[in-house]
């Protein structure tokens, strides 16, 4: 068994909460999954992975969780992890709705002298203005029938190399017995330095931090390959130039959007938080701003493109290639997928789409149908499965115009064929 016998409840079976709750299973815990989608619960109890997932289909069947929509399995647990969304709504307003439900649910079950760990990505203060006051409202002493820490996720799906098992973290708890609970518990499970924070505030920072990092260099590069289109520059020569320089530069990469559960909502948190505080993310608000240009910048390249041939935007048949938000996933949460397919319906475009990850969403069974079925090409998603295409398979179904929005193609080789080709700021 694991640490010191103790049984775990991990509530949110989703990309973070499940193979999280697989992995402490593998150390020898009792382990409990709690999540309110019933089809969910029972592809897992049946021995299935309802995430498409290498790390996880290579445990399922034989480590799995006990899964559950009954909220009483808390009552077990010694160690509660909460694995819930944390969303934006339409104006960009964090909802903590999901996050407070959770807790209240622990509060109705939670065994005295448990410790309730929040994985869910949220801004710096949350656990002390949000979570306590519902234990405290509950009749819960914090630090005494109740143990709150913050260990920020860290997964990235499809990494064949970095996932639950060894990818560093970091916590913080809001007393020095839970904080000292959770290392141990955390050092059980992962094979990778677990560093303790001074505060849970910092640790609920930590997280936003590493986020606003990446997307904020992604928008200098989204807003490089504008200013480079208009330069007759090719962005991906340029940073792979840059790239030659051992020191002081991380190449980061442009694309028609940036999708995903973090990089697009997590900046909003703290910008969200620190208004309240009477401080203005002015930098954190332009990436945001400039990032969530890109797939109606991916659109306006097709429109400008199709001009040169003297074809209109309203009736043309254009192939969408990919609906995940990353190549060789089927996860779509914040994918540039969607804002660009509204984007191109408001124009009057008959789309078609596909996704080999993702055949429920997908228009058509094959690559061969959109080809046939399309005067147009907007690749989303840079899939292994389109970036060795042959460019005379384009020009062989009569193909006109290629916006390769994740540069995943070969520019030269689509050019040569004279085909309209446009990435990225290429």
Not at 82 to 102: I, Y
Not at 233 to 261: L, R, W
Not at 352 to 366: E, G, Q, Y
Request: glycine content about 8%; aromatic content about 8%.
């Amino acid at each position: 068994m694991g640490q010191n016998n103790k049984t775990v409840c991990v509530i949110g079976l989703g990309y973070v909460g499940l193979p999280l709750a697989v992995r402490c299973v593998e150390k020898g815990y009792e382990t409990y999954g709690l999540d309110m989608d019933e089809s969910k619960i029972k592809l897992i109890n049946s021995g299935k992975s309802p995430i498409k997932e290498k790390f996880l289909e290579n445990y399922f069947p034989n480590i799995k969780p006990i899964a559950t929509t009954d909220e009483k399995i808390i009552r077990k647990a010694d160690i509660v992890l909460v694995c819930v969304p944390t969303p934006v709504d339409g104006m960009f307003t964090p909802d903590l709705g999901p996050v407070k439900s959770a807790i209240e649910a622990v509060t109705r079950n939670l065994k005295k002298g448990a410790l309730v760990v929040l994985e869910s990505t949220v801004n710096p203060g949350v656990s002390e203005e949000v979570i306590a006051p519902i234990f405290e409202k509950n009749k819960f002493k914090i630090g005494k029938d109740v143990h709150i820490a913050h260990c920020p996720e860290r997964i990235n799906p499809g990494d064949e190399k970095w996932n639950v098992t060894n990818i560093p973290r970091v916590v913080g708890s809001m007393d020095k017995k839970g904080l000292q609970i959770a290392l141990d518990f955390y050092a059980s499970i992962v094979d990778g330095e677990i560093r303790p924070m001074k505060s849970i505030r910092e640790a609920e920072a930590v997280k936003i931090v590493e986020n606003s990092f990446r997307d904020i260099n992604i928008a200098f590069v989204n807003e490089l390959a504008k200013s480079f289109d208009a330069l007759d520059i090719d962005v991906m020569d340029v940073i792979k130039g840059a790239s030659t320089k051992p020191f002081a530069f991380m190449p980061h990469f442009p694309s028609c959007g940036v999708g995903g559960h973090c990089i697009p909502v997590d900046p909003y948190y703290l910008i969200e938080r620190a208004k309240q505080s009477g401080f203005d993310h002015k930098f954190l608000k332009i990436a945001r701003e400039t990032n969530n240009s890109m797939p109606a910048y991916a659109v306006e390249l097709l429109q400008d493109a199709l001009n040169e041939i003297r074809l209109p935007m309203k009736s043309t048949a254009v192939g969408v290639l990919g609906i995940s938000y990353k190549s060789n996933v089927d996860d779509v949460r914040e994918s540039p997928y969607f804002k660009i397919k509204k984007n191109l319906e408001k124009h009057g475009c008959k789309i078609i789409s596909f996704d080999p990850h993702v055949a429920r969403l997908s228009d058509v069974k094959s690559l061969k149908d959109l080809f046939k079925k399309s005067k147009a090409l907007i690749i989303v998603t840079g899939h292994k499965e389109f970036k060795n295409l042959d460019p005379k398979i384009f020009k062989q179904n009569g193909i006109k115009v290629i916006i390769d929005g994740a540069n995943c193609l070969d520019k030269d080789a689509i050019k040569k064929t004279g085909m309209i080709y446009k990435g990225i700021g290429r």
